[in-house]
C-alpha cells in the first residue's frame, strides 16, 4: 500500500511540473501580436492630457520570439516646410521629437507581477536606451491596457487594441 501511495505521488508530482511550464507561458502567447494604439493618456492630479492627441497612431507588435517594437505618433505632425528631414526648423523639430515615440528590444511577461517587462536596445528618447523597464498591464479581450513611466516624466496609461 505504502508503495501504491508513493507511486501515485510520485506521479502527481511530476504531472504538475510537466503542466506548470505551460501555464507560466499562457500570459506570452495572449500578447503575442500586432497592437493598435488607441490613447495615450498622463494624468497629474485632476488633469488628464492626451499625450500624442485625440486621435494617436501607433502600433506595437510583440513577437512569439520575444522581440519586440514600437511606435506612438500624434496625427498631426507638421510637414517640414524644407521637404528634407535633416533641414527642420527648430520649432518644426521640437513638435516631432514632442509627437513621437519608438523604441524597440526584448520583452518578456512578469506574470506573477502582471507586468510586461521590455529591455530597450535603442528608442528616440535616447535616456532609456539599454533601460529594463516593468510596466503593470491587463488584458480583457482584444484591449491591452499598461502603465509607462513616461518619456516626459509623467506615469501614462497606454491603450491598445488587437490589430485585425
Not at 79 to 85: D, E, P, Q, T, V
Request: net charge positive.
Amino acid at each position: 500500500m505504502k508503495r501504491l501511495i508513493m507511486s501515485l505521488a510520485v506521479i502527481s508530482v511530476a504531472s504538475a511540473s510537466f503542466v506548470a511550464p505551460e501555464a507560466a507561458a499562457q500570459p506570452t502567447q495572449d500578447v503575442v501580436g500586432t497592437w493598435a494604439l488607441a490613447s495615450v493618456i498622463a494624468q497629474q492630479g485632476d488633469a488628464r492630457t492626451d499625450v500624442y492627441g485625440a486621435s494617436p497612431s501607433g502600433t506595437l507588435v510583440l513577437g512569439s520570439d520575444g522581440r519586440y517594437a514600437l511606435i506612438f505618433l500624434r496625427n498631426d505632425l507638421p510637414k517640414l516646410a524644407s521637404n528634407n528631414r535633416t533641414t527642420g526648423t527648430p520649432d518644426e523639430n521640437r513638435a516631432i521629437a514632442s509627437g513621437a515615440i519608438a523604441h524597440f528590444g526584448t520583452y518578456r511577461v512578469d506574470a506573477a507581477n502582471k507586468a510586461l517587462v521590455f529591455r530597450i536596445e535603442k528608442s528616440t528618447f535616447p535616456n532609456w536606451d539599454g533601460a529594463e523597464q516593468s510596466r503593470s498591464f491587463s488584458l480583457s479581450g482584444d484591449e491591452l491596457t499598461y502603465t509607462s513611466p513616461g518619456s516626459a516624466g509623467t506615469a501614462t496609461q497606454i491603450v491598445l487594441r488587437r490589430a485585425k
